[in-house]
């Protein structure tokens, strides 16, 4: 995810996510720039292909005690439960892999500014972008990525409400803690294991990824709905009488 670094003279430095780590963004007290866009894409494409890769491999070593498990307990398999693991560990890893990577590398500059606290910080982004490079203000890489952050958690706002059947206020808890310990994680620099902190803290990130769970759990409560129409309406089935019979 990619967002823009507004002017020194203007007070905040904005952080790109992907962009940063790809060293796209300039910082260098000059105004901001996005260097190359492909670059962009290639790490994004990265970080995705590691993330699958880590699926597969976390996806081998679950999948053999839970097909044991099913066996022993149901003597079969049930697809269900098969593809419902895989889901959730595609979209664990795929999340991760968005969210951390690329890592620093050995000429990637430190950041200006570690933790952003203002909210709604992006919409005044929008607007600095634009009088920079003109354009629509949904075009705006600013506006993409606080839509990615919100369609970031929108599975796993589906998953608490289908398969986990929380409600909206406890998917908006689990939204918010997974977006705090994420943002927690990239302020101490992965716990210490990074040189340095390589992404931004902010508070619009816990918004927007809080936001994204609960428009999950809509989408998963209208998915629900919709199984449950289709299966209370059934075919009226036509019954033979035989008005010989004796009733």
């Not at 999948?63 to 895989?86: C, F, S």
């Not at 500059?109 to 949904?138: M, S």
Request: a positive charge.
């Amino acid at each position: 995810m990619t967002s823009i670094t507004r002017e020194p003279s203007i007070g905040r430095t904005r952080v790109g996510r992907v962009a940063e780590g790809a060293g796209l963004i300039d910082r260098s007290g000059a105004p901001a720039k996005i260097h190359n866009v492909d670059d962009m894409t290639n790490a994004q494409l990265t970080a995705l292909q590691y993330g699958f890769i880590a699926f597969l491999a976390l996806w081998a070593v679950v999948l053999v005690p839970q097909l044991i498990t099913q066996l022993a307990r149901h003597g079969g398999l049930r697809w269900r439960g098969i593809a419902t693991t895989a889901a959730v560990l595609l979209y664990g890893c795929m999340t991760l892999a968005v969210v951390f990577l690329p890592l620093p590398g050995p000429g990637t500059r430190r950041l200006a500014q570690t933790v952003q606290l203002h909210p709604f910080q992006w919409i005044a982004d929008i607007h600095t972008e634009l009088l920079k490079h003109g354009g629509q203000w949904f075009m705006t890489q600013t506006f993409q990525q606080a839509c990615l952050n919100v369609l970031l958690f929108v599975p796993l706002g589906v998953f608490a409400r289908i398969l986990w059947r929380r409600g909206l206020t406890g998917t908006a808890l689990i939204g918010f803690t997974a977006s705090l310990f994420i943002e927690v994680t990239q302020l101490t620099a992965n716990f210490g294991t990074a040189p340095y902190v390589y992404r931004i803290f902010d508070v619009d990130d816990l918004m927007n990824n809080t936001a994204g769970a609960m428009v999950g759990w809509v989408f998963g409560a209208l998915l629900l709905t919709l199984r449950r129409s289709t299966v209370d309406v059934q075919p009226a089935r036509s019954e033979r009488v035989d008005f010989a019979e004796t009733r």
